[in-house]
């Protein structure tokens, strides 16, 4: 699973911070966090994280990667002048 910055379907974007396993039967989790309002944590089955879905009668998937995510927040005035 590639990490970084995901966007719904619905518009909204998210940050998949790793993948875990359910304690009992051992399924992939995704785990990821909201980009938006409260960033909420949420974990769902990598299958239907990477599922593909009819929207407005288009098979599309759920979500789609944007980018990589940052590591860390810039520590300078100079780091932050190289993400502009």
């Known amino acids: 699973m590639r990490l970084g910055i995901y966007q719904h379907y619905k518009g909204q974007?998210?940050?998949?911070?790793?993948?875990?396993?359910h304690c009992k039967s051992l399924e992939e989790l995704i785990v990821y966090q909201a980009l938006y309002g409260d960033y909420r944590l949420w974990a769902r089955s990598k299958s239907m994280f990477n599922e593909?879905?009819?929207?407005?009668?288009?098979?599309?998937?759920?979500?789609?990667?944007?980018?990589?995510?940052?590591?860390?927040?810039?520590?300078?005035?100079?780091?932050?002048?190289?993400?502009?």
């Open 13 to 21: 974007y998210y940050q998949v911070m790793g993948v875990a396993r």
């Open 52 to 84: 593909k879905i009819t929207h407005d009668s288009k098979e599309i998937f759920r979500f789609k990667f944007v980018c990589e995510a940052l590591s860390q927040a810039p520590s300078s005035e100079e780091d932050e002048g190289k993400l502009q």
